[in-house]
């Protein structure tokens, strides 16, 4: 019998109703001689709530009692997932994060997964029972419930996979990962596969389909992935797989656009010393806990200087600036707002040297100014201004023929 991790997030859990038809998807892939193991997210709007309460009485984020309060979110919707199994007739139990366990370790709020056990869950399906994990959570030697952060529950399902050697199913309001946002581009279509690099790529770059944490996750420990939505009937939507042989992928230069808004940039310039300059601003960085994005060096027209520029999200820009002026109280730092961040990401770009010109070139004929460019193997990701993201994302859409595939 197939082993199946199926994960719903909380827009699929989000109201009785909503529970009581991801139980019949479940119950179909049950029908369909499938073995499942069910992971749930918080109803939607749970974790906010929640949160929003704690931080009445002085807790947030990283705080030990908020974690015990916004795992209260998950554990509610396991037992009502159980509940809703029950009416159709199936047996199924809810698992907590402590009674697994899954065992995390790091700060509360943001918590990685050490391990899991998984014999309560071979235990229940040794005797026909489908378990129920509450996601987004577990327990660290200290015996405290700790949270995983955003998109954690994603990241449950897809180590409790690995775990138990199954496929993992995520199971959202989407029906699949699509070229780029349809919102934008009416005409994008949705992709039968990608690989995870590729998927990996398209979520870090502002694709919300998937959290990135659960895909590096899947692809380090090699666990096949699908993306269904959770708004249709069972067998309705054929979803998009996530591999790792990229057998589909490979035949596509670029398999997506993705794309970030609120994105600012920071300049440290004329620096005499790169090296000690980059080492300094990137460790005071990392000590307030800041991402760091799109890292160009480049030399500057004074000769032995070097200008350092890299993008923030808006909302830590205040934060970055404050840690480098106490790191870097002599060198000049600039910094501009009002920009986004748009991607094209494909297996493709590995053997295609001339796809940046391309970009350039649909850009420049639009009018839309690049300010920072940085690529990878398989991504290019540039920096304009906001209010020409969508422009640029439906122009890229276009020159590379994703309305073809």
């Given at each position: 019998?197939?082993?199946?991790?199926?994960k719903?997030?909380?827009?699929?859990?989000?109201?009785?109703?909503?529970?009581?038809?991801?139980?019949?998807?479940?119950?179909?892939?049950?029908?369909?001689?499938?073995?499942?193991?069910?992971?749930v997210?918080?109803?939607?709007?749970?974790?906010?709530?929640?949160?929003?309460?704690?931080?009445?009485?002085?807790?947030?984020?990283?705080?030990?009692?908020?974690?015990?309060?916004?795992?209260?979110?998950?554990?509610?919707?396991?037992?009502?997932?159980?509940?809703?199994?029950?009416?159709?007739?199936?047996?199924?139990?809810?698992?907590?994060?402590?009674?697994?366990?899954?065992?995390?370790?790091?700060?509360?709020?943001?918590?990685?997964i050490?391990?899991?056990?998984?014999?309560?869950?071979?235990?229940?399906?040794?005797?026909?029972?489908?378990?129920?994990?509450?996601?987004?959570?577990?327990?660290?030697?200290?015996?405290?419930?700790?949270?995983?952060?955003?998109?954690?529950?994603?990241?449950?399902?897809?180590?409790?996979?690995?775990?138990?050697?199954?496929?993992?199913?995520?199971?959202?309001d989407?029906?699949?990962?699509?070229?780029?946002?349809?919102?934008?581009?009416?005409?994008?279509?949705?992709?039968?596969?990608?690989?995870?690099?590729?998927?990996?790529?398209?979520?870090?770059?502002?694709?919300?389909?998937?959290?990135?944490?659960?895909?590096?996750?899947?692809?380090?420990?090699?666990?096949?992935?699908?993306?269904?939505?959770?708004?249709?009937?069972?067998?309705?939507?054929?979803?998009?797989?996530?591999?790792?042989?990229?057998?589909?992928?490979?035949?596509?230069?670029?398999?997506?656009?993705?794309?970030?808004?609120?994105?600012?940039?920071?300049?440290?310039?004329?620096?005499?010393?790169?090296?000690?300059?980059?080492?300094?601003?990137?460790?005071?960085?990392?000590?307030?806990?800041?991402?760091?994005?799109?890292?160009?060096?480049a030399?500057?027209?004074?000769?032995?200087?070097?200008?350092?520029?890299?993008?923030?999200?808006?909302?830590?820009?205040?934060?970055?600036?404050?840690?480098?002026?106490?790191?870097?109280s002599?060198?000049?730092?600039t910094?501009?707002?009002?920009?986004?961040?748009?991607?094209?990401?494909?297996a493709?770009?590995?053997?295609?040297?001339?796809?940046?010109?391309?970009?350039?070139?649909?850009?420049?004929?639009?009018?839309?100014?690049?300010?920072?460019?940085?690529?990878?193997?398989?991504?290019?990701?540039?920096?304009?201004?906001?209010?020409?993201?969508?422009?640029?994302?439906?122009?890229?859409?276009?020159?590379?023929?994703?309305?073809?595939?």
């Amino acid at each position: 019998m197939k082993r199946v991790v199926a994960k719903f997030g909380g827009t699929s859990v989000g109201t009785p109703e909503r529970i009581r038809h991801a139980a019949r998807l479940i119950q179909a892939a049950v029908e369909a001689g499938e073995q499942p193991v069910v992971v749930v997210s918080a109803m939607s709007g749970e974790t906010d709530r929640l949160l929003g309460l704690a931080r009445e009485f002085g807790g947030d984020l990283g705080d030990r009692e908020t974690d015990v309060a916004l795992a209260a979110g998950e554990q509610a919707c396991s037992a009502l997932m159980a509940l809703a199994l029950r009416e159709l007739g199936l047996q199924a139990r809810s698992v907590l994060g402590w009674q697994a366990p899954v065992v995390t370790t790091g700060p509360y709020g943001s918590a990685s997964i050490d391990g899991m056990d998984t014999s309560v869950f071979e235990a229940l399906l040794g005797e026909g029972i489908i378990p129920v994990l509450a996601g987004y959570q577990g327990i660290n030697t200290a015996a405290d419930l700790q949270t995983l952060g955003r998109g954690g529950t994603d990241l449950s399902a897809a180590a409790l996979a690995a775990a138990l050697k199954a496929r993992c199913d995520i199971y959202t309001d989407v029906d699949g990962v699509y070229t780029t946002d349809p919102r934008i581009v009416p005409e994008a279509r949705r992709l039968d596969a990608v690989s995870h690099d590729e998927m990996l790529e398209l979520a870090a770059q502002g694709a919300k389909v998937l959290q990135p944490r659960s895909v590096e996750f899947a692809k380090s420990h090699g666990v096949p992935m699908r993306v269904l939505s959770s708004f249709v009937e069972p067998g309705e939507s054929a979803g998009t797989e996530v591999m790792a042989e990229p057998r589909i992928a490979e035949k596509r230069l670029v398999s997506g656009v993705a794309y970030a808004r609120d994105q600012a940039r920071i300049a440290l310039l004329g620096s005499r010393d790169g090296g000690d300059i980059a080492r300094a601003c990137f460790e005071a960085l990392a000590e307030g806990g800041i991402g760091v994005d799109m890292i160009v060096q480049a030399h500057s027209r004074t000769p032995g200087t070097i200008n350092l520029e890299f993008s923030v999200a808006h909302k830590d820009l205040e934060a970055a600036l404050g840690h480098l002026e106490n790191a870097l109280s002599e060198t000049e730092i600039t910094s501009e707002t009002g920009l986004a961040k748009v991607s094209i990401v494909g297996a493709g770009l590995r053997q295609r040297a001339d796809i940046a010109r391309s970009l350039f070139g649909v850009l420049a004929e639009r009018g839309i100014e690049i300010k920072v460019l940085a690529t990878s193997e398989i991504k290019i990701s540039a920096l304009v201004e906001n209010d020409a993201v969508e422009r640029a994302v439906r122009a890229l859409h276009a020159a590379y023929g994703l309305d073809q595939i």
